[in-house]
């Protein structure tokens, strides 16, 4: 069979996130005219490397290039998050019209089997690693059921190299990797444990470094020079995220990979950047910081949520402690690393004071890197299931699962007064200045790479170039790139880190996203005023 595996893309209705990478992406990667999005869902090469060799696969990520309804092919799969459902449905549609059958899993899948059921074939819930070849193989022979579902986890001692070979990944600001999955904790907004499981699962160190290896030897990113804190120049060859739920949630393990990690490339005499997901308490844990700083980690994503005791309470986020996060977030900088902080308002305790209390917390502590989350109740949350009881739910459109829309009743504020309050953090969190502020003063402690001398030329005329570009094209604000353009000589020049160029590229992309989103909270102001008026 000719199978195609599809990511949908995000509905243009829904305006652009933090996780587009449009502007980041080719500002970053120096690739003016590439359309790049931050990474591949890694379910799509991982399905690849477990179909049989009888079978061809294609895959097409709608976020950096164009679904062609018409290819001959006999079998397709689509994985959607809740927001990208909708799209997923479209595709199917299409395809089915040309009587193809498709098949979706994913974790939207997994949590709403009778909703998905109704646009596609089959639906596949839970994890599909052991369950494709089966699947392909009832489909071949023409008795695909509507349904699978995964009686067990699969084990990752067991798991297949993905097939990155068939992935675009020059088009990705970062290639995605997994060195666990599942989560012992049972926080109430997050559907983790309900898709992978409480009991965590492993791949061992080799495993990871081949996966590793098996990226890197495609050559995905063009290379670049380096000089390390050891004053070594080293080629620089890519960018990598773990997508673990907790890559340090076993301690010993997490050392593991982090040695291995720096044992691969010091024998190859390179550098791979990356960054994780972990919890709050690694910023206590000095042995572990080191370890991931050495093995070249740049930024630790970290779920902060709430600065509230009580709100943590409610959300079983037990394990962080508000009055311990300051000193966490500079333990972290000053081992030359940066924290992801990300934050949910719209919790029984948001107010206008909290939220502002919010803000002034994040420029404090020179947050560079924020996600800003409205609480949202998926779909298999415990969240959901309260909220469905209360008649709280205000819609089940999928799209607006996007974590930037209001989509439940919230108990301290009106619906239209919490998105309203989104806005404003956004645009106070989000702005060029705002961010270049913050930036600016990690600039001394942030991981010391740095572009040689000659290459920090190269790097600064081709970055000039594209906020020129960008320019003409409408993309970025004149006035925005007459800043960038005012401060990359001495920050890329001058200072020369691997970091001045991201605190360059990614101020500039959040002012886009905050002019996103204050463009379409006036646009939503407008049709509420029409509303009213009729």
């Known amino acids: 069979m000719r199978i195609l595996l599809v990511n949908p893309s995000s509905l243009k209705e829904s305006d652009r996130d933090l996780y587009s990478a449009h502007i980041l992406g080719p500002l970053f990667m120096l690739r003016a005219d590439t359309r790049m999005a931050l990474g591949m869902p890694l379910a799509l090469p991982t399905l690849a490397a477990h179909t049989p060799a009888e079978h061809s696969v294609k895959i097409i990520d709608e976020e950096i290039e164009e679904l062609n309804f018409n290819e001959h092919v006999d079998l397709v799969g689509i994985t959607a998050m809740t927001f990208k459902a909708k799209r997923a449905y479209e595709i199917a549609r299409e395809f089915r019209a040309r009587r193809v059958p498709v098949i979706m899993g994913g974790i939207h899948a997994s949590m709403r089997p009778d909703e998905v059921s109704e646009h596609v ?3 596949v ?5 052991d369950l494709w070849p089966r699947i392909l193989a009832d489909a071949s022979e023409g008795r695909l059921k509507n349904r699978y579902m995964a009686e067990q986890f699969p084990d990752l001692k067991r798991a297949r190299i993905p097939r990155y070979e068939l992935v675009k990944n020059s088009q990705y600001l970062y290639s995605y990797l997994q060195t666990t999955r599942g989560c012992p904790f049972e926080c109430s907004f997050c559907t983790v444990t309900k898709m992978n499981g409480r009991r965590v699962r492993k791949k061992t160190p080799e495993q990871v470094i081949a996966e590793l290896d098996a990226l890197v030897r495609l050559n995905p990113k063009r290379p670049f020079n380096l000089i390390d804190r050891s004053g070594i120049k080293k080629k620089c060859v890519g960018t990598i995220a773990f997508i673990d739920d907790n890559f340090a949630i076993d301690r010993k393990h997490a050392l593991a990979i982090c040695a291995a990690l720096k044992r691969y490339q010091d024998e190859r005499n390179i550098i791979v950047l990356w960054y994780t997901q972990v919890n709050a308490e690694v910023g206590f844990d000095t042995e572990l910081l080191e370890a991931m700083s050495n093995a070249n980690c740049q930024h630790l994503f970290i779920g902060f949520e709430s600065l509230d005791p009580a709100t943590l309470e409610s959300m079983k986020k037990r394990i962080n402690l508000p009055e311990r996060y300051e000193e966490a977030i500079g333990n972290i900088h000053r081992h030359g690393m940066r924290v992801i902080f990300s934050t949910i308002i719209g919790d029984d305790n948001t107010s206008v004071e909290s939220a502002e209390c919010l803000r ?5 502590n020179s947050i560079f890197h924020v996600l800003l989350n409205i609480l949202t109740p998926y779909p298999g949350t415990e969240l959901f299931e309260q909220a469905s009881k ?7 459109e ?8 209001v989509v439940f009743l919230p108990k301290s504020m009106t619906p239209s007064k919490l998105q309203t309050l989104y806005y404003s953090l956004c645009d106070g969190i989000f702005r060029y200045d705002e961010m270049y502020k913050r930036g600016r003063k990690l600039l001394g402690l942030s991981s010391c790479l740095f572009f040689p001398l000659r290459e920090r030329i190269i790097v600064w005329l081709a970055f ?4 020129l570009y960008f320019a003409v094209l409408r993309r970025l604000p004149v006035q925005i790139v007459l800043r960038l353009l005012l401060a990359a000589p001495s920050l890329i020049l001058g200072n020369g880190r691997l970091f001045a160029l991201e605190l360059l590229a990614t101020s500039a992309d959040s002012d886009d996203f905050a002019r996103s989103e204050a463009k379409r909270g006036s646009l939503q102001v407008l049709r509420d005023c029409i509303r009213t008026h009729k």
């Open 464 to 467: 000039s170039c594209i906020c």
């Open 125 to 129: 819930v839970g994890e599909a690693d």
């Open 390 to 396: 209360e008649n709280r739910i205000l819609t089940l």
């Open 121 to 123: 074939d089959c639906v």
């Open 360 to 364: 002034r917390f994040i420029r404090k």
């Open 398 to 405: 999928p799209q607006l699962y996007n974590i930037r829309n």
